[in-house]
């Protein structure tokens, strides 16, 4: 089995998230359990990270990020994670 640098991120997010829940039929209806965040919203602990995020996201501060907004600690220690995966490791894509 080859490990690539995204497979290798994807279960490093889904130790840290866990496994996507089986959606529910009324789960349309709910509102999110994060709501979006804008830049507007960031605190001053936030705003670095969300200002790293925007640089490379494609989603802007959605996806994957929303939630390690949260936790601008933990999201910050995630980011670098994923940067170095995605950059300066051995690890080869394909």
Do not use: H
Not at 13 to 18: Q, R
Not at 21 to 30: H, I, W
Not at 47 to 71: C, D, F, H, I, T
Request: charged residues 15%; hydrophobic residues 45%.
């Amino acid at each position: 089995m080859k490990l690539t640098v995204v497979g290798l991120a994807m279960i490093t997010m889904a130790a840290v998230f866990g496994p996507a829940a089986a959606a529910e039929p009324e789960a349309a209806t709910k509102a999110p359990r994060f709501a979006p965040l804008t830049m507007d919203q960031l605190n001053t602990y936030q705003k670095p990270l969300g200002e790293q995020v925007m640089k490379v996201s494609s989603v802007g501060l959605g996806g994957p990020y929303n939630p390690l907004l949260r936790s601008p600690v933990l999201g910050q220690r995630m980011f670098d994670l994923l940067y170095y995966l995605r950059w300066n490791s051995s690890a080869r894509c394909g």
